[in-house]
């Protein structure tokens, strides 16, 4: 049977507020540790019927990179919603959702640059 690996790797600041996130899989491409600025990870816990979440991000993430981050995220989890139950509906219902959040995004990055 073939075993495959996830690592991760947080170095803390001072006060325990991750400064550098760093990644490896066995089946990673690329060679050796890899650096990120956002995990989230979700485990089912079936014992007692819930989920188990960490997330993780380092001071270096922009906060219009942690929102994109989490609209990648949802749509993601469309696309397992359609492929672990065949909710097609439940799937749209999210995809509708990360639409309406890119566009409130892309209105808020406007804006913002309209200040600069």
Request: net charge negative.
């Amino acid at each position: 049977m073939k075993k495959s690996d996830i690592h991760f790797s947080v170095e803390l600041d001072n006060q325990n507020i991750p400064d550098k996130i760093f990644w490896d899989a066995t089946d990673n491409p690329n060679e050796g540790l890899s650096d990120t600025r956002a995990i989230a990870i979700a485990l089912w816990d079936h014992y007692h019927n819930s989920t188990l979440k960490i997330d993780l991000w380092t001071k270096d993430m922009e906060v219009v990179d942690m929102k994109r981050f989490l609209i990648e995220m949802m749509s993601g989890i469309a696309d397992t919603a359609v492929n672990a139950t065949g909710d097609k509906k439940m799937a749209a219902d999210i995809e509708n959702t990360c639409r309406i959040l890119s566009k409130r995004l892309e209105e808020e990055i406007k804006e913002q640059n309209q200040q600069k």
